[in-house]
């Protein structure tokens, strides 16, 4: 996408050039384009997709709420481009401020999740990018579920309207998406990107609210690094050497850190934005002292210094070792200061209903295979 032009309909697909089966075909109303909504819609004059357009992504309505459009062009709508997720529960905590949507995918019954979280001073909604993950990391149980298929751009970009729908309801907006549900992302760039651009271009969030976390894919983060938006990116570290990171992100071993930290440092010179990395913190395993120096080495090798966010481990099926308590979070995080690395520690939303980092599993057995510790 040029920036030198004026945002047009469907833009958020434009830079992955459409086949005739995509022009003819969308999936859904939510992976449509301007150009194919205008197909369905044609005959009208022109400004009907604009009206369309401006009611789904900039008012995030229903498609039944869109009442500049006639109930028979309603009607065609749906009847030719179906929305993605069907609704199966919806739960609140952090008295209403935390809300989790488990959705199932129109083709089957691919279960996801998206939670929505309400802060003083922001919406944020957590987005799934695949339902399940291929990248089996044994204290998330997402990567205990295993991977069931990649999320189209509609069905990303649906869970975020859907929420803000509802934020809608409470008059607030949504103005930050972190990637950071279920999924790896950037096993799924184009689709992710594309969603980047609808949010982005088409509801108004800026570029410095939209967050990609990875668990380290060097080459989706080369991808990220030539797009043109500078969203953040977040690198799920929680180990600052190989061997011990191996084993709690396996996909270490294909990207071992110095990979990751030169992909990290092309980043950052690009896009000039600083680079976060989370820290899920796990009792005995990657909360000594030993760690936060490694840690803190790592994050210094960047200019400006990574951003450290440390992650109570939060409880799930298939791993039985325990997060760190509060006060060794603390001590872990006074370390990280001491040595002049800013670190933050994350609040826990939305334990209590499966809803907090690394526990969406959308209901999924979790593979229990000899109970891992690590
Ligand atoms: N696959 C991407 C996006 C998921 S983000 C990634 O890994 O970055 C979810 C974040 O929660 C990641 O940082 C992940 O490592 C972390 N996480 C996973 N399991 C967790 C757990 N049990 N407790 C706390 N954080 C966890």
Same mark, same amino acid.
């Given at each position: 996408?040029?920036?030198?032009?004026?945002?047009?309909?469907?833009?958020?697909?434009?830079?992955?050039?459409?086949?005739?089966?995509?022009?003819?075909?969308?999936?859904?109303?939510?992976?449509?384009?301007?150009?194919?909504?205008?197909?369905?819609?044609?005959?009208?004059?022109?400004?009907?997709?604009?009206?369309?357009?401006?009611?789904?992504?900039?008012?995030?309505?229903?498609?039944?709420?869109?009442?500049?459009?006639?109930?028979?062009?309603?009607?065609?709508?749906?009847?030719? #481009?179906?929305?993605?997720?069907?609704?199966?529960?919806?739960?609140?905590?952090?008295?209403?401020?935390?809300?989790?949507?488990?959705?199932?995918?129109?083709?089957?019954?691919?279960?996801?999740?998206?939670?929505?979280?309400?802060?003083?001073?922001?919406?944020?909604?957590?987005?799934?990018?695949?339902?399940?993950?291929?990248?089996?990391?044994?204290?998330?149980?997402? /990567?205990?579920?295993?991977?069931?298929?990649?999320?189209?751009?509609?069905?990303?970009?649906?869970?975020?309207?859907?929420?803000?729908?509802?934020?809608?309801?409470?008059?607030?907006?949504?103005?930050?998406?972190?990637?950071?549900?279920?999924?790896? &992302?950037?096993?799924?760039? &184009?689709?992710?990107?594309?969603?980047?651009?609808?949010?982005?271009?088409?509801?108004?969030?800026?570029?410095?609210? #939209?967050?990609?976390?990875?668990?380290?894919?060097?080459?989706?983060?080369?991808?990220?690094?030539?797009?043109? #938006?500078?969203?953040?990116?977040?690198?799920?570290?929680?180990?600052?050497?190989?061997?011990?990171?191996?084993?709690?992100?396996?996909?270490?071993?294909?990207?071992?850190?110095?990979?990751?930290?030169?992909?990290?440092?092309?980043?950052?010179?690009?896009?000039?934005?600083?680079?976060?990395?989370?820290?899920?913190?796990?009792?005995?395993?990657?909360?000594?002292?030993?760690?936060?120096?490694?840690?803190?080495?790592?994050?210094?090798?960047?200019?400006?210094?990574?951003?450290?966010?440390?992650?109570?481990?939060?409880?799930?099926?298939?791993?039985?070792?325990?997060?760190?308590?509060?006060?060794?979070?603390?001590?872990?995080?006074?370390?990280?200061?001491?040595?002049?690395?800013?670190?933050?520690?994350?609040?826990?939303? /939305?334990?209590?209903?499966?809803?907090?980092?690394?526990?969406?599993?959308?209901?999924?057995?979790?593979?229990?295979?000899?109970?891992?510790?690590?």
């Amino acid at each position: 996408m040029s920036n030198k032009r004026q945002h047009q309909p469907g833009d958020g697909d434009a830079t992955e050039p459409a086949t005739d089966a995509e022009v003819t075909r969308p999936r859904s109303l939510y992976d449509a384009t301007g150009a194919q909504l205008a197909a369905v819609l044609a005959g009208e004059p022109a400004y009907r997709v604009k009206q369309l357009w401006a009611g789904l992504y900039e008012q995030c309505k229903a498609l039944d709420d869109i009442t500049t459009l006639s109930a028979p062009l309603r009607a065609k709508l749906n009847e030719e #481009l179906p929305t993605s997720l069907l609704l199966v529960r919806e739960s609140a905590s952090d008295k209403g401020d935390t809300i989790k949507f488990l959705w199932r995918l129109a083709d089957g019954d691919h279960p996801i999740e998206t939670v929505l979280m309400h802060y003083a001073d922001r919406v944020t909604v957590c987005v799934s990018t695949q339902a399940g993950c291929a990248m089996a990391c044994g204290f998330c149980a997402t /990567g205990q579920a295993g991977f069931s298929r990649q999320l189209t751009v509609g069905e990303i970009v649906e869970q975020v309207v859907r929420a803000s729908r509802h934020a809608k309801q409470r008059k607030q907006r949504v103005a930050n998406v972190v990637f950071m549900g279920m999924g790896e &992302p950037l096993a799924n760039e &184009p689709a992710v990107w594309s969603a980047i651009e609808r949010f982005h271009g088409d509801m108004g969030i800026s570029a410095r609210h #939209l967050t990609v976390s990875t668990v380290g894919i060097v080459p989706g983060i080369r991808t990220l690094a030539n797009r043109p #938006l500078p969203v953040n990116l977040a690198v799920s570290l929680h180990a600052a050497r190989n061997e011990l990171r191996d084993d709690l992100v396996p996909i270490n071993k294909r990207y071992p850190l110095e990979e990751l930290m030169t992909a990290c440092r092309d980043y950052l010179r690009v896009k000039n934005r600083r680079i976060s990395f989370e820290w899920a913190m796990i009792a005995g395993v990657n909360d000594s002292a030993r760690d936060a120096s490694e840690l803190a080495k790592l994050a210094l090798s960047l200019k400006p210094t990574a951003h450290v966010n440390l992650i109570p481990l939060n409880p799930t099926p298939g791993f039985a070792t325990r997060g760190t308590d509060a006060a060794g979070v603390r001590r872990f995080a006074d370390r990280l200061t001491d040595r002049g690395v800013n670190a933050t520690i994350r609040r826990n939303r /939305g334990t209590d209903i499966d809803a907090a980092c690394g526990q969406l599993a959308a209901g999924q057995p979790v593979v229990l295979t000899g109970r891992r510790s690590v």
